[in-house]
């Protein structure tokens, strides 16, 4: 039963601190995506890579978000320095790549950020 | 550009009551439309999809239907269960980007 992982699943730290969140897509699957989800704003796209290449980071804060993909296995998004407002349950869900890609997306369970 | 609107919630039914949760879209084009479904503590899940007019997508006893004429895509469900207990989100897809709407909470009681 092939799902994409995510790590942490809860993460509390104080504002100003560094937070990482990891993914690993499903195997084949060749485009990744990073939402984030809030109460206020519901959910946002942050950044969708194709085949390891961002192609779209327009919705992610430039100056305290970074997203990569070291390989085709793993997809980071990183925050520094953290602030309050970045409270919220952030997602990566990945495609299969080709046509198929832009009509679904596989969700991973979230990792819940909370900064003091 | 292109957006989803949904009913607002919280929805809160009995068991074996009939669920529709209304769904309409903007969009340039042809896009898919989709239903995903959010249970408590877990990550999105597809529920159904459609990706031309008048296509009826189905699972696990909801059903939806694109209607390019009125530009909706609701969902309905005939009997549902505590198990439906979740929040529903309607959304479309153009080129690679998914648009959610705001999500509707549906609580089903015994």
């Known amino acids: 039963d092939a799902r994409v992982t995510q790590t942490p699943r809860h993460k509390v730290t104080e504002m100003g601190q560094e937070v990482t969140m990891r993914c690993q897509p499903i195997l084949g699957h060749n485009t990744v995506f990073w939402y984030r989800q809030t109460m206020m704003q519901g959910l946002e796209l942050l950044a969708y890579?194709?085949?390891?290449?961002?192609?779209?980071d327009s919705g992610m804060p430039k100056d305290r978000f970074s997203a990569e993909m070291p390989d085709a296995t793993l997809a980071t998004l990183k925050i520094q320095p953290s602030e309050p407002r970045d409270s919220a349950v952030y997602f990566c869900?990945?495609?299969?790549?080709?046509?198929?890609?832009?009509?679904?997306?596989?969700f991973g369970p979230g990792t819940r950020l909370t900064v003091l | 550009g292109n957006s989803v609107t949904q009913m607002e919630g919280p929805v809160t039914l009995s068991e074996e009551a009939f669920l529709t949760i209304n769904c309409t879209y903007t969009a340039t084009g042809y896009p898919s439309l989709f239903w995903y479904v959010q249970y408590p503590g877990e990550g999105l899940q597809l529920l159904l999809k459609?990706?031309?007019?008048?296509d009826k997508g189905s699972n696990k006893g909801f059903e939806a239907t694109y209607r390019k004429e009125t530009t909706s895509f609701h969902l309905e469900k005939g009997s549902v269960q505590v198990s439906d207990s979740a929040v529903y989100f309607c959304a479309l897809t153009k080129d690679y980007k998914l648009s959610f709407g705001a999500g509707t909470t549906v609580t089903v009681r015994a």
């Open positions: 890579f194709r085949n390891r290449a961002p192609l779209d």
């Open positions: 459609a990706t031309k007019a008048d």
């Open positions: 869900a990945s495609g299969p790549g080709g046509r198929s890609s832009y009509n679904e997306q596989f």
